[in-house]
């Protein structure tokens, strides 16, 4: 099933219940996706309960149903990757082999690097360089922020 309305918060629900492979409550989301709080997450199960991709369970914690294709992203194992990370990986391994031609051109003799392979070589980087950034933006958009901030409780210092 491809799902083209997840996106934002909805999306990072979406993904967090995929991630913990286990009953997850409106506490657990609002933490786990950081949220604001727990009407938000609630807002954002509801969405998705409606889209079919969860159901509440008899103890009123929320499973996955079905794990839906995002469009423009890859699952890889739990996790949700952007395509054009990949995309940069294609231009990684054209840059290596381009670097490879250029460095024996220094070895072998009869093999000439002309400026337009330079020129080549050069777009490569700048289009890899360019869907690694774009893909990492995605990524960090999916991923929850570390805040690194802890909330005492009796003696226990927890995550917020």
């Known amino acids: ?25 409106t506490r657990d989301v609002t933490r786990g996706a950081e949220l604001s709080s727990t ?3 609630h ?10 991709l969860i159901e509440k369970n008899s103890y009123g914690d929320y499973i996955l149903k079905e794990k ?32 490879s031609i250029i460095l024996l051109s220094f ?6 690097v002309e400026v337009s392979f ?15 950034i774009e893909g990492l933006a995605l990524y960090r958009k999916l991923k929850p922020k570390r805040s690194g901030q802890t909330e005492k409780i009796g003696d226990q210092h927890l995550p917020r």
């Open 43 to 52: 807002r954002h199960l509801q969405k998705l309960e409606t889209l079919g």
């Open 107 to 112: 070895l072998i003799k009869d093999l000439v």
């Open 1 to 25: 099933m491809t799902i083209d309305e997840l996106e934002g918060n909805t999306l990072n629900v979406y993904a967090y219940i995929v991630r913990a492979d286990k009953p997850v409550g």
């Open 68 to 99: 839906a294709t995002i469009n423009g992203h890859v699952w890889v194992g739990k996790n949700l990757v952007p395509r054009l990370m990949f995309y940069s990986f294609f231009f990684l391994g054209a840059f290596a082999a381009e670097v």
């Open 118 to 132: 330079l020129f080549l070589t050069g777009m490569t980087v700048i289009a890899m360089v360019l869907f690694l």
């Open 39 to 41: 009407s938000v997450a």
